[in-house]
């Protein structure tokens, strides 16, 4: 059998595994390099057995979780209306350039992976512990939506119940966790769908006095106390990271569209429709929020409790049976989002194992082709969800939500910087014809998103400091940082690894070649039937 790794015969490795390969050396390249005859071998060995449906649903389950129905209550108490609304209009900017950034690479490459060496293994264990801290952070998000109900069964006993399905769902088959993230996320798309309309007309009736008050409130909200802008620079500033962990998850919807048929046709709609659906339920459900919901509110971000400013608006049209409901749709949303994060933590952790920079036992799988050790490993962060017993579900919350926003902010500074030397390499080589789709926001728009990622990041930490100083909550904004930059420069200095030049950065293999594009006809149908089909799709 001849091995693709290195062109000598060696016998299949066994199915409990890694396979024993000696990897060829490589450079330390920042942009998408693809390596010939080495990508994607040994992680092929993974159980393929998720449907086209499963994986679809799965994409678009996971853009919407816990941030947006948790994460905006905090907002809203700590930054006020004002601050929330250009916060996560300004996050959305960001993410929209990283989605055109990524949608422009993952067309012309569309393959899996896209950075190597140093710069990919920093990256890459970034994404593990995003993954493995989301997990603890959903299920420590499970205690603070049980309390709605009842406040005498206790948190932590809920957080173990569900800490061992998700593991079993997770270690047993992936036929299961397709089955169980489908249905979750099923339940969560179609709730949203309709839900975000009927939660925007409701809103707005409710606003204009269809309340339990029958008063009309306008724009009141934001003109008591210190509103529109509470707690002056450090509250707008700590608005952002709640922001970025909100629309966490969303880019990659443009990954999976790259990896298509037809990127050229496909990039374009999944960037403007699927992004722009998205943003508009963000923005308009914010300022619905912002105009319905004081932020003196309580319980909006207390130590020990936290309330989802939308349960609230259902309550506050009379309902309490629809607050029941919107809340029992968050908790799906929640274990959706943990049930999510836990298995592509675990299968980064296996790749890390894979490419040999994890140990390897890291990779061992079980008959089932499922890494049963990288699952327990990821899982076992989950742990810190049990420290809400002593120092509060609402402020544990609030700590890891601040470790996974500043690791998706640095995420996305790291695909801005992937882009910038994407585009000078194509450039170098003189192959800017050969993209199918292309980023319209380059040159400015990656420089944007890497320039103000990097500044949101070193100043939303500002209520850290001000008005005394918090040692935990300095620590969960800025951990990341000497983290990222400690296993950059020791990989590198550990390996010896060279920057890869323009010119000779490997823009061949596994590219998507523009003239190989499928044919679009678009003369079979009229233009206003084209048109008519556009904004029916981008209603659905």
Known sequence: MSNPINGKDSAPPTSNTIPDFKKPARYDDESPRPEPGHRAISADKLARKLSARQVQMIAIGGTIGTGLFLGTGKSLATGGPASMLIGYAIVGAIVFITMLSLGEMAAFLPVAGSFYDAFGFALTWNYWFNDAVSTASDLVAL?????????????????????????LANIVTVRIYGELEYWLSLLKVITIIVGAKIFIILGIAVNCGANTEHHY???????????????????????????????GGTESIAITAGETKDPARTMPKVVRNVF???????ILSILILGLNIPYTTPDLDSKDTRTSPFTLVFQMAGSTAAGSFINAVIMTSVLSAANHALFAGTRLLYTLAVERHAPTFFGTMNRNQIPWIAVLATSAISILCFGASFIGAGQLWTWLQNIV?????????????????????????????????????????PWFSVILNMFLVLVQGWSSFSPSFDVVTFFSLYIELPVMLFMYVGWKL????????????????????????????????????TKAYDVWRWVL
């Open 143 to 167: 205690q603070l939506v049980l309390q709605y109900w009842t406040t005498k069964f206790p948190g932590w006993g809920l957080s173990l119940i569900f800490w061992v399905l998700l593991i």
């Open 217 to 247: 409130i306008g724009g009141h909200n934001w003109f008591i106390g210190d509103a529109p802008f509470v707690g002056g620079i450090g509250g707008f500033a700590s608005v952002f990271v709640t922001a970025a962990f909100a629309y």
């Open 276 to 282: 722009w659906r998205i943003l508009l339920f963000y």
């Open 405 to 445: 926003g500043v690791s998706n902010q640095l995420s996305w500074a790291a695909i801005g910087v992937a882009s910038i030397r994407f585009r000078a390499a194509i450039k170098a080589q003189n192959r800017e014809d050969s993209l199918p789709f292309k980023n319209w926001t380059y040159p400015w728009g």
């Open 494 to 529: 550990l390996k010896r690894t060279k920057i890869v030049k323009l010119r000779e950065m490997d823009l061949e293999t596994d590219t998507y070649p523009v003239e190989k594009l499928d044919p679009i006809n678009e003369a079979k149908r009229s233009r206003w039937k």
